[in-house]
């Protein structure tokens, strides 16, 4: 395949951090610690940021939500790269969150599906062909087909070359076959991988540009070192950091990711695990055990990555 990875001339590539969004008891959101996540995350070289994307939790997003987010962004990374979720269950709100992305400074869009309801491949278009036609920043499709109806591999390579202002996806599938068949057409795009499992073999294949990892908000070590080793897929290092992720991944599947990643960052010392419902008692007890368990694995790969040295 025609190896188009991780080119700088793309407008969107490399690692983005899916970050969460913070709230407080009343749900509003909670600037403070958003501005904590920034701050981690810069910490530890992140320099690109995707917003209200599944991590974000997009469908308890309001549009004041969103402008908060963005402003907080802003102030706490000034010029970083941004994608904005515009993630709704209809046209107008979709359109309205694009305003706000486009008036706060983001770089693309991150559209996905209507949500709820399955849809075919036809009204998939029809909706893709409204936002792209009346959006004022490039869009990348966002296929999440665990949450909304999937965008097949045809239809989505169909609207990439076909609409100008679709620049490419971030598929969240977890299956490398729109991103290899956008590599196979040759069909000039962003192919990013927005699912961390499917990473390690996507970049094996040369067939993305790059990540928007949920994995990397909390653990941007990670997904950085991984990533590093792009150039040396068949390498000890990256066998390695393969295998811790794929633990980590293993733990994150028994949660709603969101809640999982909190309890991580609550840990990790960048923000209190606060959540938009109740959480029974039994998850509680399984979250503390999760984050028993990830002292011990984060032991592990700070060996790992003190053996790179």
Not at 6 to 22: E, F, I, N, S
Not at 43 to 59: K, L, P
Not at 196 to 204: I, S, T
Not at 232 to 240: A, V
Request: net charge negative; proline share 6%; hydrophobic share 45%.
């Amino acid at each position: 395949m025609p190896d188009q990875s991780d080119k700088p001339d793309k407008l969107v590539h490399g690692l983005y951090a899916a970050v969460l969004t913070p709230r407080r008891p009343d749900d509003a959101v909670d600037e403070s610690a958003f501005a904590r996540v920034f701050a981690f995350l810069a910490g530890r070289g992140v320099t690109a940021y995707a917003i209200n994307g599944a991590t974000g939790e997009f469908c308890l997003t309001s549009p004041s939500d969103l402008r908060t987010a963005l402003s907080v962004a802003q102030k706490s990374v000034p010029g970083a790269r941004v994608l904005c979720g515009i993630g709704a269950a209809g046209t107008a709100k979709s359109l309205e969150l694009a305003r706000i992305a486009a008036g706060e400074g983001a770089q693309a869009l991150l559209l996905p599906m209507p949500y709820f309801f399955p849809y075919g491949q036809e009204d998939l278009e029809a909706f893709v062909e409204s936002i792209a036609a009346a959006a004022k920043l490039p869009v990348l499709l966002y296929n999440l087909p665990d949450f909304t109806t999937a965008l097949t591999p045809e239809t989505s390579c169909r609207l990439i070359r076909n609409l100008p202002n679709v620049i490419g996806i971030k598929d969240s599938g977890g299956s490398l076959a729109t991103l290899r068949l956008l590599t196979q057409e040759q069909i000039p795009s962003c192919r990013m991988v927005g699912n961390d499992g499917a990473l390690p073999e996507a970049l094996r294949e040369r067939v993305c540009d790059g990540v928007v990892s949920g994995v990397a908000c909390v653990l941007p070590e990670l997904i950085s070192a991984l990533y590093a080793e792009r150039e040396d897929t068949g390498g000890e290092r990256f066998g390695q950091l393969t295998v811790l992720l794929d633990a980590f991944r293993g733990q994150l599947a028994r949660f709603p990711v969101p809640w999982a990643l909190k309890w991580i960052a609550e840990a990790r010392g960048i923000c209190s695990a606060a959540f938009s419902q109740p959480v029974a008692e039994v998850r509680r007890r399984q979250g503390a055990e999760f984050v028993s368990w990830y002292r011990e694995w984060e032991a592990e790969f700070l060996a790992t990555a003190e053996s790179a040295r």
